[in-house]
């Protein structure tokens, strides 16, 4: 009986079974089902119109997506605007000056093609709900571009930028593009992080194209036939809002991997990687899992940054800018690979791969040097940003960072960082005219700082935490790297390192007695055998 | 015709030899991981110090109930008795070839001054490096266990302390095991467990 059922339902299952793959197969021909999501946006008649401009396709996700705006406004990626709620410092791109091409304010038109918005400016209405950029994040084309000069939005119609310059700007059909929207793709979020500070790589050193695709060997979560992870993998998005901040780094998760529902571990930061790990991530050699109190994962799981062929920007000299080659353009200078190692529009360069990273105890605190601080070229260099941390403070892990140094100019008379005007079609930027005067005053003027009117350079540093590109594990470092005298971890404070560490004083009095006990049984043996002769 | 006991059992023996391997080992590899210098690389030292810390434990099982079993543990019974009489001998007898103070026999086999040496090992270096070790190998579980303010320096330092202490006993032992009737007839009789005497 038993039996015989088990049969018939078999049989239902077969025959189930077949009419799916028949079935599927006549849609197939036509058009994949799409699995991930369920809706077509290609098929929604809101998307099929000719767009006219980036706010006409925002407009037309609205009329479905009622709250997306309302929610982009309330994010940094909007604001670029955030309290630092440990130092009340004010931070986000339209606070801090770098040391990279030092500072969006009064730069937006070349800025803001990293802004997810349309038309950033210092009078941007930050509430317009057609100003937020849709695309910029959820097309998958990889068609959608921002250029440089245009405030964030993209070109549609063939336009002569520079003015007057003969070079044109290709216009993009945005219906296509607006249609092919999905959930972000590790190429949305690359636009901008991977090609922050001008170009492929510069700023950060754990981030440039070769996360497109890169192989396990460069990092073991986002390799496409690994792991496959996007970034959204990790920085799980809710609302919009986007989970870890180099603003507002984790310093230390000393939480269990993460549980979804677990009342305490609502608003975790699900970047970390203990959120996934926890405390104990070392199966087969515990011993390992010993580092965890004091050790950042990334410090021993990112052996070197830069690890794609993608070389990032180590040192920027903007102080020795300004030179021209022959026929009066400003110079460039390249290295052996085509990586320009000197520009006339920004001063000298230094770029390095496979970078080993400096360490510091870091608790997640980002200190930042500010427009209003007051800074003094004797102190040089001068932090730009600097993460706090110590030994002792219960907060803090030894972590690796990118230090980047550069010198750029200042106010030597009221000593503070200077905002310059560098990107624009006007006769005051910097990369037009090559004139620090008129760059710094325009630069101060829209910025609605005090200037001095005199320029001077400072040498800068400024920290980034590396915690991209982690390796496989037989890839991590060796015990040696830091357990060693004069290993990577040389440096740090506060922490007894086998290997590295010793008391002098015991190991003085140790040998001491060991070579005692040694010479003392040597000359006894030796008095033995000279007295028994004698004997 | 020498007196010949048999003084060393066959368990005996092999707990000494191979507890001797067991404590050279690790020295060697205590003081790679120490930064003394470089032989198996940090990573194996530490692996290696860490199974042979195991084996030693577990050999130590079995020499405990051996010792309580047999009544061996007698042997250990500290005692001050003709105490400077042997270290007379040592400073000043066996240069003259005078005959050791103290003969060993089945009941007695050590002689006074090795009992106290024995005791010093028993009371203070190997607690010292047993307990240091320990929570070497348990540092992620201090917490848990309340020791909060416990700090690895000072475990290490202890264990260090230990370590030479061990290494200098070591180097007296090697050095008194030759001063028998012949030089090599203590190690003759840890091999073979047969004691002349002479």
């Not at chain 1, 670029?80 to 009340?88: F, H, L, V």
């Not at chain 1, 959820?138 to 336009?159: C, I, L, M, S």
């Not at chain 1, 515990?286 to 052996?303: E, M, R, S």
């Not at chain 2, 368990?11 to 205590?30: D, K, V, Y």
Request: hydrophobic content about 35%.
């Amino acid at each position: 009986m038993g039996l015989v059922s088990l049969r018939r339902s078999a049989g239902c299952v077969l025959a189930g079974l077949l009419y799916l793959l028949v079935g599927t197969g006549a849609i197939a021909d036509v058009k994949p089902l799409k699995l991930d999501t369920t809706a077509d946006h290609s098929k929604f008649k809101e998307l099929q119109q000719e767009f006219q401009s980036g706010s006409e396709v925002t407009k037309a996700c609205l009329s479905c997506h009622t709250e997306a705006s309302k929610q982009i406004h309330q994010t940094l990626h909007w604001k670029w605007d955030i309290t630092n709620p440990a130092t009340g410092q004010e931070l986000g791109k339209r606070n801090v000056i770098n040391n990279f091409c030092t500072s969006a304010p009064s730069n937006h038109k070349a800025c803001a093609s990293c802004h997810i918005g349309y038309g950033m400016s210092e009078t941007f209405d930050f509430t317009a709900q057609e100003n937020v950029d849709c695309l910029v994040c959820h097309e998958t084309t990889g068609r959608y571009k921002k250029p440089g000069g245009f405030a964030g939005n993209p070109v549609v119609k063939d336009t002569e930028f520079p003015p007057k310059s003969g070079k044109i700007i290709k216009g993009i059909d945005l219906a296509p593009i607006a249609q092919s929207v999905a959930k972000t793709r590790r190429q949305n979020c690359g636009t901008c992080h991977f090609y922050g500070g001008g170009g492929d790589g510069v700023k950060h050193g754990d981030l440039d194209s070769s996360l497109d695709n890169p192989d396990k060997e460069l990092d073991v979560h986002m390799a496409k036939n690994g792991l496959n992870f996007t970034c959204t993998t990790c920085h799980k998005t809710e609302g919009h809002q986007v989970p870890g901040s180099r603003y507002e780094t984790t310093g230390m998760d000393n939480h269990a991997a993460l549980m979804r529902g677990k009342p305490d571990d609502k608003g975790r930061n699900t970047a970390t990687c203990q959120s996934c790990h926890g405390q104990e991530p070392h199966k087969q050699q515990a011993k390992l899992n010993d580092h965890t109190d004091k050790v950042a994962c990334q410090t021993c799981h990112i052996p070197e940054f830069a690890r794609g062929d993608v070389p990032t920007k180590m040192h920027w000299d903007w102080s020795t800018a300004g030179k021209r080659d022959k026929n009066g353009k400003p110079l460039v200078v390249r290295d052996d690979e085509g990586y320009e190692t000197y520009l006339g529009i920004k001063g000298d360069f230094k770029w390095e791969t496979n970078v080993k990273p400096n360490y510091i105890w870091l608790n997640g605190v980002n200190k930042y040097t500010l427009a209003n601080d007051k800074i003094d070229k004797s102190q040089q260099p001068i932090y730009i940003n600097k993460y706090e941390g110590s030994p002792t403070d219960g907060k803090s892990l030894i972590w690796p960072i990118k230090t980047f140094t550069g010198k750029q100019p200042f106010d030597p008379e009221n000593k503070t960082l200077v905002v310059t005007h560098l990107a624009g079609a006007d006769d005051t930027a910097y990369w037009t005219n090559l004139d620090w005067d008129k760059a710094v005053a325009a630069g101060m003027k829209t910025a609605g700082r005090p200037f001095s009117g005199k320029i001077d350079f400072i040498e800068t540093i400024s920290q980034w935490p590396i915690t991209h590109m982690v390796a496989p594990k037989d890839k991590a470092l060796a015990c040696n790297e830091c357990h060693s005298k004069s290993g990577r971890l040389a440096e740090i404070k506060g922490v007894y390192i086998p290997g590295r560490d010793a008391n002098d004083l015991v190991d003085t009095f140790g040998w001491g007695i060991a070579f005692f006990a040694f010479a003392g049984s040597l000359g006894h043996g030796l008095m033995r055998v000279f007295s028994r002769r004698k004997h | 015709m020498a007196e010949r006991i048999y003084i060393f059992k066959r368990f005996e023996r092999f707990w000494h030899w191979s507890q001797a391997a067991l404590i050279m080992f690790m020295m060697l590899t205590g003081f790679e991981i120490h930064g003394t210098y470089s032989l198996f690389g940090f990573a194996a030292a530490v692996s290696y110090h860490g199974i042979a810390a195991w084996t030693l434990i577990g050999l130590w099982i079995f020499a405990v109930f051996w010792h309580l079993t047999t009544g061996e543990w007698r042997h250990y019974i500290p005692t001050t008795e003709k105490v400077l009489l042997i270290a007379q001998y040592y400073s000043s007898g066996i240069f003259k070839n005078e005959p050791h103070p103290f003969k060993p026999t089945l009941q007695s086999k050590h002689n006074p001054l090795q009992r106290l040496t024995y005791l010093g090992i028993l009371v203070f270096v190997s607690p010292l490096i047993w307990i240091t070790g320990f929570l070497y190998l348990f540092y992620n579980d201090w917490t848990a266990w309340g020791l909060t303010d416990l700090q690895l320096d000072w475990v290490a330092t202890g264990h260090t302390i230990g370590a030479f202490l061990m290494l200098a006993f070591l180097v007296s032992h090697l050095y008194l095991a030759t001063t028998g009737h012949t030089p090599t007839a203590h190690i003759k009789a840890m091999i073979t467990g047969w004691e002349e005497a002479d």
